[in-house]
């Protein structure tokens, strides 16, 4: 099991930036791609970014490209994202979840998750 526990969410307004933290521990994190995703009210839960294994390949969905970035600690077990130019619609629920393979877009491949933050970003 891995346990991934997600902070940093707050309210912030439009324009605004935030950086989630998660935490990783219980398995070797460095051979697990990580991911972050978010769900908004009544929305299924939709990939945001991905990085691989060893940090070196990112991919973004194509509503946050440009203003989120992804980046990992190995040593501390830790992945990041860090949100600027903060929009409305970026309000939800993200979470960080681990996939075992080197990374991945694809939400249904992902086995372990963490419990979410919430991020609301005020007009």
């Known amino acids: 099991q891995m346990q991934l526990v997600e902070s940093g969410g707050g309210l912030v307004q439009a324009g605004g930036s935030l950086r989630l933290s998660c935490a990783a521990s219980?398995?070797?994190?460095?051979?697990?791609?990580m991911g972050w995703f978010r769900q908004a009210p009544g929305k299924e839960r939709e990939f945001v970014a991905a990085?691989?294994?060893?940090?070196?390949?990112?991919y973004y969905a194509d509503s946050v490209k440009g203003r989120f970035t992804t980046s990992r600690d190995n040593a501390d077990n830790t992945v990041y994202l860090q949100m600027n130019s903060l929009k409305a619609e970026d309000t939800a629920v993200y979470y960080c979840?681990?996939?075992?393979?080197?990374?991945?877009?694809?939400?249904?491949?992902?086995?372990?998750w963490g419990q979410g933050t919430q991020v609301t970003v005020s007009p």
């Open positions: 979840a681990a996939v075992f393979k080197m990374v991945s877009i694809n939400r249904d491949e992902y086995v372990y």
């Open positions: 990085i691989s294994r060893s940090g070196g390949y990112t």
């Open positions: 219980g398995r070797t994190f460095s051979t697990y791609g």
